[in-house]
């Protein structure tokens, strides 16, 4: 989000794709992840039982870039319009911390709300299926099952391709917000 804004002096001054400095943030933070993920890697061949669910996570890793991606065009050209967009985004993500099974599994949240009507948004919340995803491949190595990747697949694309058509109307103005 803020790689655009960081790139906008440059941007007024010559031309090349708006979408660059983006694409190149996520570049770099998914070549950090590869080797963060070699590096796990490595310990669970050492200190650890593996199997093959281990070989899904680069996968995973794609889809969750993907994702992450379109979410991030599209907060990238909001904040360009709209300086407060990224405090909004902090305050969300904390949110969003909490309201993902990141430290608990979703069977306590199941068991405890078993018929709230938000239990079905918290579990077609895309941050979960991720983090359970994630959670049976490493953890329980066990496969997530084709259902779960369909729908990441689906979701991923679909927010990767509604922030790049987004990013693509709005980027012809960007150096004027800038």
């Given at each position: 989000m803020g790689a655009l804004m960081g790139a906008g002096q440059l941007l007024k001054k010559i031309y090349f794709p708006p979408f660059a400095p983006v694409i190149g943030s996520a570049a770099a933070v998914l070549n950090q992840t590869a080797i963060e993920f070699g590096l796990l890697l490595l310990i669970y061949v050492v200190l650890v039982n593996i199997s093959w669910t281990f070989l899904l996570v680069p996968i995973l890793l794609l889809l969750l870039a993907a994702f992450s991606l379109g979410i991030g065009m599209v907060l990238a050209m909001l904040n360009a319009r709209f300086r407060d967009v990224s405090y909004i985004v902090s305050v969300f993500m904390n949110l969003l911390f909490y309201m993902s099974p990141i430290i608990y599994p979703i069977s306590i949240v199941t068991d405890l709300y078993d018929r709230h009507p938000w239990l079905r948004v918290y579990e077609y919340n895309p941050i979960t299926a991720f983090i359970e995803a994630f959670r049976d491949s490493l953890w329980f190595l066990q496969f997530p099952g084709w259902g779960k990747l369909a729908y990441l697949t689906?979701?991923?694309?679909?927010?990767?391709?509604?922030?790049?058509?987004?990013?693509?109307?709005?980027s012809a103005d960007v150096s004027e917000d800038l």
């Open positions: 689906v979701v991923s694309l679909a927010v990767l391709a509604v922030g790049w058509t987004f990013f693509q109307r709005r």
